[in-house]
């Protein structure tokens, strides 16, 4: 790394920036893109290759975001004050859960695929089906691994104010439950 975490050189979250927001084709474009607007505006780069800002996110991201989002709130009630940020007297916040598939590669089967499908006990084998015309059916792709992400999003702002992930069987109420223990909320939010 020629830059750090956090410090000169627009640190990895300005390159994480300048990457989500690059409109290239491809991931490994958006980051040449964004190492040049990075060298361009900082003069140097925090993450010289594509697989060191990956392995960087991964190791920065559990101790950068918390802090990230701490900071994005504290400007959202300044920017949205009472016009934007509440209705009245609440703030209001939108719950919606989603599921979203993942590439499927090992470490995603592994946290994200669904552990029993197709192997269940109501789960029967193609020879035991009375139908021949379902037996003889071609069988459908297996399931991709697929991600669910439930998100709280503050409906004056339009901005997603806290987020949960977990495996496709994962449960937006249990997620929702678990935001509300973790993460601080203004007064008379709704």
Same mark, same amino acid.
Not at 32 to 40: G, N, Q
Not at 71 to 78: A, D, I, T
């Given at each position: 790394?020629?830059?750090?975490?956090?410090?000169?050189?627009?640190?990895?979250?300005?390159? &994480?920036?300048?990457?989500?927001?690059?409109?290239?084709?491809?991931?490994?474009?958006?980051?040449? @893109?964004?190492?040049? =607007?990075?060298?361009?505006?900082?003069?140097?780069?925090?993450?010289t290759?594509?697989?060191?800002?990956? !392995?960087? =996110?991964?190791?920065?991201? #559990?101790?950068?975001l918390?802090?990230?989002?701490?900071?994005?709130?504290?400007?959202?009630?300044?920017?949205?004050?009472?016009?934007? !940020?509440?209705?009245?007297?609440?703030? &209001?916040?939108?719950?919606? !859960?989603?599921?979203?598939?993942?590439?499927?590669?090992?470490? +995603?089967?592994? &946290?994200?695929?669904?552990?029993?499908?197709?192997?269940?006990?109501?789960?029967?084998?193609?020879?035991?089906?009375? +139908?021949?015309?379902?037996?003889?059916?071609?069988?459908?792709?297996?399931v991709?691994?697929?991600?669910? =992400?439930?998100?709280?999003?503050?409906?004056?702002?339009?901005?997603?104010?806290a987020?949960?992930?977990? &495996?496709?069987?994962?449960?937006?109420?249990? @997620?929702?439950?678990?935001?509300?223990?973790?993460?601080?909320? #203004?007064? +008379?939010?709704?």
């Amino acid at each position: 790394m020629e830059g750090s975490a956090t410090g000169h050189c627009g640190g990895l979250m300005g390159v &994480a920036v300048l990457w989500v927001w690059s409109g290239r084709t491809t991931l490994g474009r958006s980051f040449v @893109h964004a190492r040049r =607007l990075s060298r361009a505006m900082f003069g140097c780069v925090a993450v010289t290759t594509y697989q060191g800002l990956t !392995g960087a =996110l991964n190791t920065w991201s #559990p101790k950068l975001l918390p802090a990230i989002q701490k900071r994005l709130h504290k400007l959202m009630e300044q920017v949205g004050g009472d016009e934007h !940020g509440r209705v009245g007297l609440w703030v &209001a916040l939108a719950v919606d !859960g989603s599921r979203v598939s993942t590439p499927r590669t090992v470490s +995603n089967e592994k &946290a994200f695929a669904a552990k029993n499908d197709g192997k269940g006990r109501k789960a029967q084998s193609r020879r035991k089906w009375k +139908n021949k015309k379902q037996r003889s059916k071609k069988l459908s792709a297996p399931v991709k691994p697929q991600m669910w =992400l439930t998100l709280i999003w503050h409906m004056g702002l339009k901005m997603p104010w806290a987020r949960k992930t977990g &495996a496709s069987t994962s449960s937006e109420r249990q @997620h929702v439950l678990d935001i509300l223990e973790t993460e601080t909320f #203004p007064e +008379n939010t709704l």
